[in-house]
């Protein structure tokens, strides 16, 4: 989940629907459900905090919401933001191969890379992530990616991306 600052208005929003989401899949699911979450801000020097949070997997339901109940937007910069190093650190979970993979990526901002203005890292990820190839990895692993754009200017870079 992206959590700069431009995120301010949506991510009680986000963190309460997904604790809604969670809910309503414990209540009606007869398996073993397995959450993890990473947050994500940007690289220095637009943001000092952390590129990225890993919180892996884990049984316990109420541990998922603690991890919701400390995320806040701060920091960031430029528009684009560390979606790359967030989508390779979500490839490196302790995913179980016989499970259903379901990864929902809540931002609204695009990844580096993608040519638009006010990019500091216009060539991409910093870290040579490349978020279209962490994509198709994911893919190929059998893990669903949905992408929740959370403000309409987002649909923008779809489109060009």
């Not at 892996?56 to 430029?78: H, I, P, R, Y």
């Amino acid at each position: 989940m992206d959590c700069t600052g431009s995120m301010g208005s949506y991510i009680k929003s986000a963190t309460d629907n997904i604790r809604l989401i969670v809910d309503e899949i414990v209540s009606k699911e007869m398996t073993k459900i397995r959450l993890a979450l990473v947050e994500y801000r940007d690289h220095p020097p637009q943001d000092t905090t952390f590129i990225t949070c890993v919180h892996n997997f884990t049984d316990k339901v109420q541990e998922m919401k603690d991890w919701l109940g400390q995320c806040s937007a701060q920091g960031g910069g430029d528009t684009p933001e560390a979606v790359a190093d967030a989508l390779h650190d979500i490839l490196k979970l302790s995913w179980r191969s016989e499970a259903t993979k379901i990864c929902v990526l809540i931002s609204d901002a695009p990844p580096h890379g993608l040519k638009q203005c006010d990019d500091h890292f216009p060539d991409g990820c910093p870290l040579g992530f490349d978020p279209l190839k962490i994509a198709r990895e994911m893919a190929e692993k059998h893990i669903t990616l949905y992408v929740v754009g959370v403000e309409p200017p987002i649909g923008k870079f779809s489109l060009q991306a």
